[in-house]
């Protein structure tokens, strides 16, 4: 039987959205198709394990940005599990701690660098329904549905050349208005750079989206998305059809 250990990636600092959801969701979606999954906790004074199967990071505010920044590059361990090609999923502060620099407090704070991007403050907190379509760069090419989530943030994320959106955003805010994220002048949200895929997209936003959960699953196992044992749930169904409506 497959086995598949999940990073949890300081959920003592950002865990502040439910965004731990999602690691939740991964380890249910394996069980479901009889994949012996687990879950590892990597708290704040714990080294980040560069041999997990795939990780999750959430939201959390500015202080808690700062405290995840200055962890992760003291323990470098994700950008080791990310040069080996392991999937990791970021949500909101995760997604711009990943990346060059963000604003904490004001200031400017230089993040990971696994993201080729650059977060700086809107103008207007971003509030309410996110969703987007899938775009064609990079792995998001075998997404095929629709994508949902809730968003509350104050960033505005540009992307480097190195870096490509998750989708173009069809209702909210998403990577901002005005910054160099848009795609032909649309909104996008997200960014997918090598085995890292992040989102402003709360829910969370794995279970709002199951087939990006399995894609990250096909991923963890090495298989193609569309040789992963379908899984259909009624109660998964019926959240997107309320959340999509």
Partial sequence: MPKLTIGLVLPDVLGTYGDDGNALVLRERARRRGIDAAIERIMLDDDVPPTHDLYTLGGGEDAAQLIAAARLSASP????A???????????????????????HGNEVEGVGLLDITTAPL???????????????GITAELSQPLTGFENHMGATALGPDASALGRVTRG????????????GEKVDGVVQGSVIATYMHG??????????????????DVPLADLEPLELDAVTQLRRERLR
């Fill in 77 to 80: 361990g994700l950008q080791a």
């Fill in 82 to 104: 990310a040069a080996d090609g392991k999937p990791i999923f970021a949500v909101c502060a995760g997604l711009q701690v990943l990346g060059h620099t963000f604003r904490a």
């Fill in 123 to 137: 103008p207007k907190r971003a509030t309410g329904e996110l969703a987007a379509t899938p775009t064609r760069a």
């Fill in 173 to 184: 805010v998403g990577n901002g208005v005005g910054v160099a994220s848009s795609i032909d």
């Fill in 204 to 221: 969370p936003a794995l279970a709002r989206n199951p087939e990006l959960a399995d894609l990250l699953l096909a991923r963890a196992l």
